[in-house]
């Protein structure tokens, strides 16, 4: 879980990525556009292309869950939720890979992006006794099944451009009390191999996760991630699946990155167009929780030097975990991403 902690839940309830990444490899997608970002028109059923790449140089996935599904609410005649959803589909979004074949997953993602002139974002989320037994738990069984997770993605990314959130909640879960600490040095060496591992790729980044404005101090956070390797990243990410404002993800960012030698970072600006939720139990704030909105759509322009990027690293419409009527973590919920939308909607 994540709400004061860390990241929610992400995991099964949707096709494979293995699969997708599959489909990838054969079509190529090449119907992704010319990568302009012009002539997409405003109607519900136009192609999904690629955002400026000036602005924007991310991947947008033109057979992505939200588009598939506004494709779907198209077909029904339902042209103004097509339209709505589409707010989602003509984003890049995280391609979180999962356990079944990474290699794979990897190579597909980013032979498609390739194939855009663009950069593929993938987070990987598969660090062992992941998300402390709540909606997300398990992860890898074991450091070395770990290793060969890790593997397989960077066999798979080889020379393209890739863009890797690293382990959402793996550093803030020892800080927090989470993990059982006879797992603690297990973590950090499997993270630090990871980001070396990542990092001697010709053209990949790494951002190692540091947690979000409303769970602690960056205090408790800055050790951790230098002995998690954030000095062989390219920086940290910050707000993960949470909803915390652009602003206070910026002030949370720039005092932690004093304490990590001025190391840069991205924000997921995804879901925090409202910011955080305030009311009802404090501990279940972070799931589903309602009137949230989408937030700045993905950018490398951002309001801040330290800032890389604004990126949609969640999977807007995906739900966070069996809470507030919501189906089990990852599934897409029509509801709840209508509502994202809706409430984003100028």
């Not at 925090?272 to 909105?293: F, K, L």
């Amino acid at each position: 879980m994540y709400g004061s902690r860390g990241v929610g839940a992400f995991a099964g309830g949707r096709a494979s990525a293995a699969v997708l990444g599959a489909a990838l490899l054969i079509t190529g997608c090449s119907s992704a556009g010319d990568g302009k970002g012009e002539d997409r028109g405003d109607t519900a059923g136009a192609a999904i292309t690629q955002q400026p790449k000036e602005t924007d140089p991310f991947w947008v996935n033109p057979d992505g869950i939200a588009a598939r599904k506004a494709a779907e609410l198209q077909e029904d005649g339902k042209r103004t939720e097509a339209r709505q959803i589409r707010r989602i589909a003509e984003q890049p979004v995280g391609e979180w890979i999962t356990p079944e074949n990474p290699e794979e997953q990897a190579r597909g993602f980013t032979e498609a992006a390739g194939k855009a002139d663009r950069t593929a974002l993938l987070v990987l989320y598969n660090i062992p006794h992941r998300d402390c037994g709540q909606y997300s738990q398990g992860g890898a069984a074991d450091g070395n099944a770990y290793r060969a997770f890790v593997d397989g993605v960077a066999k798979g990314i080889g020379d393209r451009p890739a863009t890797v959130i690293l382990e959402p909640d793996a550093v803030l879960h020892l800080v927090d009390g989470c993990t059982p600490e006879q797992f603690h040095e297990e973590r950090y060496d499997l993270l630090k191999g990871a980001v070396t591992q990542l990092k001697a790729l010709k053209n990949t980044k790494v951002y190692l996760d540091a947690g979000n404005a409303g769970w602690g101090n960056p205090d408790q956070i800055f050790d951790p991630l230098e002995r998690a390797g954030i000095d062989r990243a390219d920086g940290f990410s910050v707000n993960v699946s949470n909803f915390y404002s652009t602003e206070d993800s910026i002030a949370y960012g720039r005092q932690l990155s004093a304490k990590v030698g001025g190391k840069p970072f991205v924000i997921d600006t995804s879901r925090n167009g409202n910011g955080p939720y305030t009311e009802g139990a404090a501990d279940e704030r972070w799931c589903n929780p309602p009137g949230r909105a989408l937030g700045e759509t993905p950018t490398v322009k951002t309001a801040d030097p330290l800032v890389d990027a604004y990126l949609w690293v969640k999977r807007p419409g995906e739900s966070d975990g069996e809470c507030k009527g919501g189906p089990k973590a990852g599934a897409w919920w029509p509801k709840y991403a209508l509502e994202l939308a809706r409430a984003s909607t100028p």
